[in-house]
């Protein structure tokens, strides 16, 4: 079964930092892009970052550029997402998401998502 | 703020067809493919539809894209009780990010 489980989230305080993982079984990480989607409590969908099959390139929000970091480890068929400098506003479930083959923007598999909360 | 515009809320009774919108702009819908996710209560996100208008497999033909200009819309025929969701339309933008609606609830009366 074609999977991704996200695990790693928690509660932090604010300036802390965090790091996701996200596991893929079913399929191999190195032949598709990446993504990182957010949803805060009652909130909509928020797109947070993208990287390709080589890890060469990598796009970020403007809420979370400089600091948060994604990579993947395409030997451990994961994905990663390492977050500094948290604030209250990154309170949110975090999903890993893989981009459909052929259309990097559509994400057709999802995993189940991890909750970040960061609060004092 | 949300950067492609949805309305907060649509509604509709079973069998019914209902139509949810989504705007943006030349630089996102207008240039790149617009794609649907359905988000049942409490769980992730599903693809609907991708490139303005095909479906995924799995995905009934009662649900259809269609993208114009600078805006698409969702269309749902022969509404079920089931299809009672959030919707979310999403589109790659220029600046080099992803960019979402900011959701639709819909209600089946």
């Known amino acids: 079964e074609v999977q991704l489980v996200e695990s790693g989230g928690g509660l932090v305080q604010p300036g802390g930092s965090l790091r996701l993982s996200c596991a893929a079984s079913g399929f191999t990480v190195s032949s598709f892009e990446m993504n990182w989607v957010r949803q805060a409590p009652g909130k909509g969908l928020e797109w947070v970052s993208y990287?390709?099959?080589?890890?060469?390139?990598?796009y970020y929000a403007d809420s979370v550029k400089g600091r948060f970091s994604i990579s993947r480890d395409n030997a451990k068929n994961s994905l990663y997402l390492q977050m500094n400098s948290l604030r209250a506003e990154d309170t949110a479930v975090y999903y890993c998401?893989?981009?459909?083959?052929?259309?990097?923007?559509?994400?057709?598999?999802w995993g189940q998502g991890t909750m970040v909360t960061v609060s004092s | 703020q949300s950067v492609l515009t949805q309305p907060p809320s649509a509604s509709g009774t079973p069998g019914q067809r209902v139509t949810i919108s989504c705007s943006g702009s030349?630089?996102?819908?207008?240039?790149?493919?617009v794609n649907w996710y359905q988000q049942l209560p409490g769980t992730a996100p599903k693809l609907l539809i991708y490139?303005?208008?095909q479906r995924p497999s799995g995905v009934p033909d009662r649900f259809s894209g269609s993208k114009s200009g600078t805006s698409a819309s969702l269309a749902i025929s022969g509404l079920q009780s089931e299809d009672e969701a959030d919707y979310y339309c999403?589109?790659?933008?220029?600046?080099?990010?992803?960019?979402f609606g900011g959701g639709t609830k819909l209600t089946v009366l």
């Open positions: 998401a893989r981009s459909l083959s052929g259309n990097e923007d559509a994400f057709d598999i």
């Open positions: 030349s630089s996102n819908i207008g240039t790149h493919n």
């Open positions: 990287i390709s099959t080589t890890g060469r390139t990598i």
């Open positions: 490139s303005n208008n």
């Open positions: 999403a589109a790659w933008d220029d600046s080099l990010k992803g960019v």
